[in-house]
């Protein structure tokens, strides 16, 4: 049955099919060719499967832990680069603003405009977001409630995803509400889940946040038994020497060979109801 929509929220029908989708790629946008080479793989993945990956990269993270680490590459290159990826890989492409002045520009190039977790109460951001009538992607502000995120998302006069990607449980730890992504649910959100971001380990390291990689799929698993729409994860082709997130990064390989048993998992969820 699809969900109760209203202005600002999507039907559970506007997501996918009889499947979850997903949402996958490096943090952020280190060079064209890594991006190619991801985005030529997941590519391969989604046709295999049957499946609808988005695919993600920052063009700028604003909000590293510290001045001295890597951004990405800018706007003006970003985008250029997103483009060739939708170009020659077909997948959909998302990426995050964070000004409303960047909203239009970016509505341009990518399907998704992804809004960033510090900035999910922005009000101008969010409604210049939904002004380029692209699907808008919020994650959920560490410090938020559940039942607060519909306030975000009627600020969003168009269709919205919620992504949860972890709760502040005291410093540098996150913790994972599960019991939430069923009330978001229950409010007629569309609610994704961010495995590796919720991992990760906020300025746990000197200047650098690290993660708990390893944790990653089981919390997927978890996320899948209460019925997401979809799930989000950050891969790379080699995390450990990822320039952004690469420690709750998952491998593309890794990717690659859990994929299949999250559909199996999701089918038997999903044939329960």
Known sequence: MAKPTCSGRMSEDAVAGPQPL????????????LCLETARRLAHLARSNEIRIIFKASFDKANRT?????????????????RKVKEESG???????????????????????????FLCRQTDLLAAA???????????????????MRYAAEK?????????????????????????????RRQGLTVIFDATHSVQRPGAGEGVSTGV?????????????VKVDGLFMEVHPNPDEALCDGPNSLSV?????EVPRLLRMSSVVRESD
């Open 91 to 117: 997948l959909e492409i998302t990426t995050d603003i964070h000004t409303p002045e960047q909203a239009e520009r970016v509505g341009r190039v990518v399907d998704v405009i992804q809004i960033p977790a």
């Open 253 to 257: 390989t890794e990717f690659e060979r």
């Open 156 to 184: 969003v006069d168009g269709p919205v995803w919620i992504t949860e990607r972890g709760t502040f449980f005291g410093y540098t730890r996150l913790v994972v509400d599960f019991a939430g992504m069923v009330e978001m």
């Open 22 to 33: 997903f949402i996958a790629g490096p943090c952020v946008i280190e060079s064209e060719a």
């Open 213 to 225: 990689r390893e944790a990653a799929v089981p919390l997927a698993r978890a996320a899948l038994a």
């Open 130 to 148: 939904g002004e380029t009538g692209k699907t808008v992607n919020i994650k959920k502000g560490q410090f938020m409630s559940p039942g607060e």
């Open 66 to 82: 510290s001045a001295r680490s890597f951004r990405g590459v800018g706007m003006d290159e970003g985008l250029e680069i997103l």
